[in-house]
């Protein structure tokens, strides 16, 4: 079906609260510098159930989805790089590559045209601008990436929204550095496990209230924290044995504003203070600019990523397939037409990612 059959299959997302919707459709022609894509795997993204629940507001109707892996069906010109039966995955972002912001201040994530994948109308170009249907129309300004044959398609398919966006998120960190605390151990949590293991920082302590999730963190190269009240006091005892005067970073990647007092406390003067997680408006910090001076700290924000993470998140995940258990991350894949089943399962939070086959 997909290509041979010349139509595409689409879920149609109209809005929170209203039934999906499937579709064929035919195939686009597509525009000079366009590339299209037979999506072969889909991973549910947090960001995805906001938007299902109306956390957040997009353009309705769309086609969901932003993380994925496909092969090439066909290319516009001007993309040399890049040929049909390529299998490849993208930036979850299209932009200008002209404008001050993709230019000049190297956020090409932020750029004043920005595109994202999985949050448009379907009126917006082709319509196939999601993951969640057996096509994904990819425009001229997305970095697609080829992927090599060792990782399987549920290793990569979340590398362009949560890996990509750890590699920047720990490209920010000082050096030397020798300790750091993660708080959290979701998906991103673990990416930082393993990207700060393999680089050789020598205490990764990773804080998480999940039992679940603690007995993952040292499968990915991190020390786990209890972080549960009644058991956090004596887990952190750990992170103070050997970092006695703080340790030198703190990735904040739960989401939850009521951990950076505590982030705070446990850097050393001079240390750095990654803000990954708290992507919502519920943020509001417990924090004194004098902490801030008086410790000479660093705090910075990190939202998405720019072309060059995605090239080295992809690069780590073959330098690491093999030492890391990317698989037990991603649930068995649930097929395209029962996209609403593997939603509930995704809701459910018992996968940091919930996959989808979408090849029908
Ligand atoms: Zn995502
Ligand atoms: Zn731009």
Same mark, same amino acid.
């Given at each position: 079906?997909?290509?041979?059959?010349?139509?595409?299959?689409?879920?149609?997302?109209?809005?929170?609260?209203?039934?999906?919707?499937?579709?064929?459709?035919?195939?686009?022609?597509?525009?000079?510098?366009?590339?299209?894509?037979?999506?072969?795997?889909?991973?549910?993204?947090?960001?995805?159930?906001?938007?299902?629940?109306?956390?957040?507001?997009?353009?309705?109707?769309?086609?969901?989805?932003?993380?994925?892996?496909?092969?090439?069906?066909?290319?516009?010109?001007?993309?040399?790089?890049?040929?049909?039966?390529?299998?490849?995955?993208?930036?979850?972002?299209?932009?200008?590559?002209?404008?001050?912001?993709?230019?000049?201040?190297?956020?090409?994530?932020?750029?004043?045209?920005?595109?994202?994948?999985?949050?448009?109308?379907?009126?917006?170009?082709?319509?196939?601008?999601?993951?969640?249907?057996?096509?994904?129309?990819?425009?001229?300004?997305?970095?697609?990436?080829?992927?090599?044959?060792?990782?399987?398609?549920?290793?990569?398919?979340?590398?362009?929204?949560?890996?990509?966006?750890?590699?920047?998120?720990?490209?920010?960190?000082?050096?030397?550095?020798?300790?750091?605390?993660?708080? =959290?151990?979701? !998906?991103?949590?673990?990416? @930082?496990?393993?990207?700060?293991?393999?680089? /050789? #920082?020598?205490? +990764?302590?990773? *804080?998480?209230?999940?039992?679940?999730?603690?007995?993952?963190?040292?499968?990915?190269?991190?020390?786990?924290?209890?972080?549960?009240? =009644?058991?956090? !006091?004596?887990?952190?005892? @750990?992170?103070?044995?050997?970092?006695?005067? /703080? #340790?030198?970073? +703190?990735?904040? *990647?739960?989401?939850?504003?009521?951990?950076?007092?505590?982030?705070?406390?446990?850097?050393?003067?001079?240390?750095?203070?990654?803000?990954?997680?708290?992507?919502?408006?519920?943020?509001?910090?417990?924090?004194?600019?004098?902490?801030?001076?008086?410790?000479?700290?660093?705090?910075?924000?990190?939202?998405?990523?720019?072309?060059?993470?995605?090239?080295?998140?992809?690069?780590?995940?073959?330098?690491?397939?093999?030492?890391?258990?990317?698989?037990?991350?991603?649930?068995?894949?649930?097929?395209?037409?029962?996209?609403?089943?593997?939603?509930?399962?995704?809701?459910?939070?018992?996968?940091?990612?919930?996959?989808?086959?979408?090849?029908?």
């Amino acid at each position: 079906m997909g290509n041979s059959s010349q139509r595409a299959f689409v879920q149609i997302f109209d809005g929170p609260g209203q039934a999906l919707r499937t579709e064929w459709w035919p195939l686009p022609e597509i525009g000079a510098g366009d590339v299209l894509v037979e999506v072969q795997l889909a991973t549910i993204c947090g960001s995805d159930l906001h938007t299902i629940a109306g956390h957040r507001q997009e353009p309705t109707p769309s086609i969901l989805g932003h993380e994925g892996v496909g092969r090439v069906v066909s290319v516009g010109n001007e993309r040399r790089t890049i040929t049909p039966g390529d299998r490849v995955t993208w930036s979850i972002a299209d932009s200008c590559g002209t404008c001050p912001l993709c230019t000049e201040t190297h956020l090409p994530q932020k750029c004043r045209s920005l595109f994202k994948y999985g949050h448009a109308a379907i009126t917006d170009g082709s319509g196939l601008n999601g993951c969640y249907a057996s096509h994904i129309v990819l425009r001229r300004g997305t970095h697609i990436v080829k992927v090599p044959d060792l990782l399987p398609d549920n290793v990569v398919a979340p590398a362009n929204c949560a890996l990509a966006t750890m590699v920047n998120a720990v490209s920010r960190l000082p050096d030397p550095c020798r300790s750091v605390v993660i708080q =959290g151990g979701g !998906l991103l949590g673990l990416y @930082a496990c393993a990207l700060l293991h393999e680089r /050789g #920082v020598e205490h +990764v302590f990773c *804080v998480e209230v999940s039992e679940q999730r603690l007995k993952q963190i040292g499968l990915f190269g991190g020390i786990p924290v209890d972080g549960r009240p =009644g058991h956090y !006091l004596q887990s952190r005892a @750990a992170i103070t044995a050997v970092a006695q005067y /703080g #340790v030198d970073a +703190v990735i904040e *990647v739960a989401g939850v504003a009521a951990l950076v007092p505590e982030g705070i406390r446990l850097l050393r003067p001079g240390g750095f203070y990654g803000l990954v997680g708290m992507v919502h408006p519920h943020t509001q910090l417990d924090l004194t600019g004098e902490q801030i001076i008086r410790k000479c700290l660093t705090i910075y924000g990190v939202h998405n990523y720019a072309p060059w993470h995605l090239d080295r998140a992809i690069q780590f995940l073959e330098q690491t397939v093999r030492k890391y258990p990317y698989p037990v991350l991603v649930s068995p894949p649930f097929p395209l037409t029962e996209l609403d089943s593997a939603i509930q399962v995704a809701q459910a939070k018992d996968w940091h990612r919930v996959s989808v086959r979408t090849q029908i």
